[in-house]
């Protein structure tokens, strides 16, 4: 639309570029944790099938099928990640993991950057192993200028924001409330504790 070509076409749609609705797909969440079932509750909206994998194993039985790591890969249309930073979760989608993934899968990264490996990722994106990524985390913030993921420009193949999907104004408001009160917190329970000494 910008460029002006919209204007100059004959026709009311263009078809230029191919898209796909969400209905129908398998969206895939790794974390099924409070954020991954308010994914779960959009997607659904959205008539998506959902599964989940816990890489914790720690999931309580819920409303949504569980299934096991390659399951996921395999099956993923959409694939949102969700999970902590841990020793279980460090480099999980990495080279193997991407391979298993469906040549028109898009993956999401909102959780931590060292989740998914920058680099094998980049190269997954590159040998089109994979549809497309978003990104709002990277493994090192902000982007080291060495990072392949900076190479690729084609942003219907990777978008990338800087860390800052978590930092609306009113959730930073949130933050800052939260500290207070658990300043708050800590001051009556000493206070409680200088009393019953």
């Known amino acids: 639309v910008k460029s002006g070509a919209y204007s100059k076409q004959l026709g009311f749609s263009n078809f230029s570029e191919a898209y796909h ?4 797909k398998t969206w895939g969440i790794i974390g099924m944790g409070n954020i991954g079932k308010a994914v ?22 819920g409303d949504y099928e569980k299934v096991s790591f390659g399951e996921i890969l395999q099956q993923s249309d959409i694939l949102s990640i969700h999970c902590p930073l841990t020793d279980k979760t460090r480099n999980l989608i990495n080279k193997e993991a991407l391979s298993q993934m469906k040549q028109t899968a898009i993956l999401v990264n909102v959780s931590r950057g060292p989740v998914v490996n920058d680099a094998d990722l980049a190269a997954a994106l590159n040998l089109n192993l994979i549809g497309a ?13 060495d990072n392949p993921l900076g190479l690729i420009k084609d942003s219907r193949k990777l978008l990338i924001t800087p860390h800052m999907a978590w930092a609306s104004v009113e959730a930073r408001n949130r933050c800052i409330q939260e500290v207070a009160l658990n300043i708050e917190a800590f001051k009556k329970k000493i206070e409680r504790n200088l009393v019953t000494e």
């Open 21 to 24: 609705e969400l209905s129908g």
């Open 133 to 145: 990524a978003g990104l709002d985390v990277l493994g090192v913030e902000p982007m080291a200028e």
């Open 40 to 61: 779960a509750k959009v997607a659904e909206a959205f008539g998506c099938r959902v599964i989940h994998f816990s890489p914790s194993g720690n999931t309580q039985p």
